[in-house]
């Protein structure tokens, strides 16, 4: 085989040419075998250094281009562009990583440029033997899947619909609305959370392109961008929605209470048939079986009987709903962070330490106290509050991550209870004060001049047990200042624990069935931290808001229509080209083993039993290569990543070692 | 009468029993007698290494040779006969690929010769005899060949035309080879390109297995002897280790319809660099313990002791291939040797 290489080595500015030689190693690769054209170049990714290739493929005839420069993830795309625009096939193009693997790992120059050799004829012999690939278009389905309808979904959902593509939109929960409808005051402008929030979940409900299912999960999801087909159970609620007008006499009715866990986070009580707050969307309430009368005893029955409408119907079940997508977009939010976990600080078993969720329900003006901030008695008003940051965030014993939030709520709470209890004095306990965000500095400077006393340092416990005078019936707060070098013990009525975000328990169920990635601390990960935030690895699936990381409204919905845009774009497309490095299994090698039959991540590979053979669904392979490397028969094939061209390249990387080994006698 | 071709059948580092795998053809080998001259059958004809000498070069049409390249005696007749023959096959694992001698690449000479003439529990050798290359007597110098480190397949020696694989090949298979080479001796019919492997499939031999095959999870392997396979289910789902799924098919998948695993002695197929490595990462894929939500460390002990249930991988993987495969031989580091390269 005789083929017509073109190396190219880029300086990069000095970031490779400061370590690597480059024009040692554009020269040497001149020498080697199959290379007729070699230069070094300050900026290959700039238009002159794209057109260099593009004429030299014109003036030299070249057949195969190898780019020596950053790492292909950044501008692999680029130059297969470049390769095209010459006029050959986009994959007879090969790229070395002479930066990330190289000049950015070493200063020593002579090493540096010895191994931008090694990898360069990597390239160069592995290149040869590359074949041409044509893209794979696919057909986009318009509709998307939108799962979590808390404000980045909700803002993800409506950005979608209002540019006319169908939305089916899955909350877990009775209603929409996530952790933002429990808030009271948002920071740092103090709007009203349910003021600013209701009108995009009334949006939601109206909206002809969306359909909304709460009280409902994915179940199962299959296919691939454009195509996926999604499995929802829509959970039975026992009302009939058809029927049921949101009167809410049922809810009146039921004489059975049971703490409401979940959305006022354990303050107050809801009853067995509930919705979960007054502005609900949807309006229709949920029954809870496990703790409803009828269903324990076999007599109750009180709300179907009062019912004006019949609405109420114990014999309901699950509903299973199939419908197709082409992307799906994951917002499905944070969990408190337990304080439970930490014990020293009281909660749980030192009634007055709430956390910051039960805080947030309590100044609620609609939440159980009317707004009234009381102790657990339900009637003393504290004179006295402390606020802990940083609970569960920053603190390697739970979570390292700084949890972004909290301190800019903890304001807000010293805020509100200056606010309501004009007397009271309170205390922010904190390790350092961040307040990166538009008004969020001032925001803090507002609250130095309200008289809240900040102490700087991590509070080591809450306890109840008094040492000193004034401590008697108080809870003190115990924690060195940091800024006096002292120990203080502050008696306070209240303990506000300031709790961070955490991935949700079941992040990693998510993120497998979605088949995606989550970090170490369960958030969503992110196909590229800077430049592709809202995207993941798997095609066709977007996260947006607190499920990718830490964040507060403001990032949350801008997540939420970023995803929105991606996938609009996708849609537009209505046809994209995926890449065509997929494996396939060679009928007339195929002995149908069946020991690749499990293996595929992605349920790609199907057997037929009559023919007795094993088939790639070339559409849902990824390319990740696991059957190739399984097959004992070598009779699946990754594309792009043939025996051949892998056994090539590494040879040519172990050019000075190879020598290739006469069998010892 | 004008003169027959001449046929050559010689053993190198063998067990002699490819020899008896021409003989079992049957009736057919009479035709072999009526068809070919022998020029050159040390098993079962008196010739002499000078006989061979003797004749031009090119003058035996077809050798069949089989055995590994144990020793400089084999290597040096390898050579003789390569010179000697149109055609030369190399007959049987052994010669293609090393086989069972080839396993000693895992070990050196030296470990060898200290089991077979000092540790071996059936020897009894007070002097420390052992084989040298030379020898001074009385008379003169007596001269042995020399053993070497490495076993060889036939083709790291002398170029090969064709491979004709097994351990033994399969009557049926060669005498179809045997049928083409006759028919285009006498007739001139079409020979296989050169360098192609004969007498054999180019799927792998579940393809021949009549057993059942499903989705296979291994939690466990077994040998042989520990469990009785439930009949009629593919072995390798069973935990029995099989490697017809990296084995030519040639042979009619003989030993899984019987309950023993396929040994791989047909070696890898078409594409294969290495058939070892290729089984070990297809039965290390289909290792079915635990899943993605296990902690990692819990998930490794679990993988582990499923591998640890998994005897001499090397030897049963490398069983036939080892002289042929990416391994070639054992660094001789950390084999009770000086270390270094074993030259
Ligand atoms: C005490 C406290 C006070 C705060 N105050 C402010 C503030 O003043 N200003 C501010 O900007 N930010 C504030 N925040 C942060 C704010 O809560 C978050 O930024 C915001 O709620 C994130 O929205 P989200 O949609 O990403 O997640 P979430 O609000 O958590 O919504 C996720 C939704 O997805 C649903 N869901 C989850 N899993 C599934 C599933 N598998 N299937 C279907 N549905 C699912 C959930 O039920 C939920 O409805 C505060 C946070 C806390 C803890
Ligand atoms: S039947 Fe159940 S839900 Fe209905 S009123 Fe009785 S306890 Fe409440
Ligand atoms: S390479 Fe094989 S295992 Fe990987 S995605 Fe494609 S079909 Fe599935």
Redesign the pocket.
Known sequence: MSEKVGVYVCHCGTNIAGVVDVEEVSNWAGEQPNVVCSRDYKFMCSSLGQELIEEDIKEHGLTRIVVAACSPHMHEKTFRGATERGGLNPYLFEMANIREHNSWATTDKAAATHKAKALVNGAVERVVHHQPLEPIPVEINPATLV?????????AALELADAGNHVYL????P?????????D????TLDC?ACILTPKMVDVEQHPNITLYSW???ENISGYIGNFNVTVRKKARYVIEELCTGCGICEEKCPRKVVDEVFEAGLAQRKAIYTPFPQAVPKYPVLDPPNCTYFERGKCKACQILCPTGAIDFEQEDELLEFPVGNVIL??????FDSNRIPQYGYGHLANVF???E??RMVNASGPTDGKIVLRDGESVPQSVAIVHCVGSRDNNYHEYC?K??C??SL?FAHLVHERIPEAEVYNFYIDIRTPGKGYEEFYNRLLEEGTHFIRGRVADVTDAARLPGEEGKLIVQAEDTLIGKQRRIPVDMVIL????EA?H?SQD?SLMFGMGCDFDGFFTERHPKLDPVATMTEGIFI?????G???????VA??AAAAARVAGLVNQETVMMEPVRASINKETCSGCRLCNDLCPYNAIVFHEDQKLSEVITALCQGCGTCVAACPSSAINGAHFTNEQVFSEIEGILWDVMEHQAVPA | MSEKPKLAMYWAASCGGCEISVLNIGDKILIVDEVFDLAFFPCIADFKHHDVEGYEDGYIDVCLFNGAIRTSDNEEMAKLLRKKSKVLVAYGSCAYEGCIPALSNLTTKDETFNTVYYENQTIDNPNRVVPQVETQVPEGTLTLPSFYNTVKSLDQVVDVDYYLPGCPPEPEQIWAVLEIVVNALLNDGPLPPAGSIVGAGNVAVCEECPLDKNVKTITQFYRPYEIQPEPGLCLLEQGLICVGPATRSGCGALCPQVGMGCRGCYGPLEGVDDQGAKMLSAIASVVGVGDSTDDEFELEEMIDNVMDSLADPSGTFYRFSMAHSLLERVKANGNGTNGGEVK
């Not at chain 1, 830490?550 to 949350?556: A, E, Q, V």
Request: glycine letters at 14%; aromatic letters at 6%; hydrophobic letters at 35%.
């Open positions: 799962v979590g309808g808390g404000i980045a979904g909700i803002s899955v909350e877990r929960e209603s929409i609305g996530g952790h933002m409808a429990q808030l005051k948002t920071f740092p959370s409902s999960e994915v917002a499905t939010g944070y969990d408190l956390t910051s969720l805080f947030e949890s939030v909290c800019m709520y807000k300031s709790a961070g975000m949700r079941d998510v947006a808001g607190a499920c990718q830490p964040k507060d409204i403001p990032d949350s997540q939420g």
